[in-house]
Nanobody, 115 residues
Framework: VQLVESGGGLVQPGGSLKLSCAASGFTFSSYAMRWYRQAPGKERQLVTGITSTGGTTNYADSVKGRFTISRDNAKNTVYLQMNSLKPEDTAVYYC?????????WGQGTAVTISS
């Protein structure tokens, strides 16, 4: 299993970013995918998840209405569109898949929201 995140960077408050996670080594279309984030000095927290078909999504209260998760099963990629970004969104964002009760993680992509 390999998960490779990209798309992070430095953005001003109110700006947008779109993260991508390219997956390989497993049947991507069969698994739910999740995005987590970890801010400096804090625990990793679940941000959003999407079912294998993309039919159902869920979001942490802190990002509802601002973030959108999506997936392209033909490209084995999951996305996170982040709008109206706030300084408190600053974190390393990780892609996750759970297979047979084992969590797999990417290396993370850093997002910094600052003026």
């Amino acid at each position: 299993v390999q998960l490779v995140e990209s798309g992070g960077g430095l953005v001003q408050p109110g700006g947008s970013l779109k993260l991508s996670c390219a997956a390989s080594g497993f049947t991507f279309s069969s698994y739910a995918m999740r995005w987590y984030r970890q801010a400096p000095g804090k625990e990793r927290q679940l941000v959003t998840g999407i079912t294998s078909t993309g039919g159902t999504t869920n979001y942490a209260d802190s990002v509802k209405g601002r973030f959108t998760i999506s997936r392209d099963n033909a490209k084995n990629t999951v996305y996170l569109q982040m709008n109206s970004l706030k300084p408190e969104d600053t974190a390393v964002y990780y892609c996750n898949v759970r297979r047979y009760n084992v969590d797999y993680w990417g290396q993370g992509t850093a997002v910094t929201i600052s003026s």
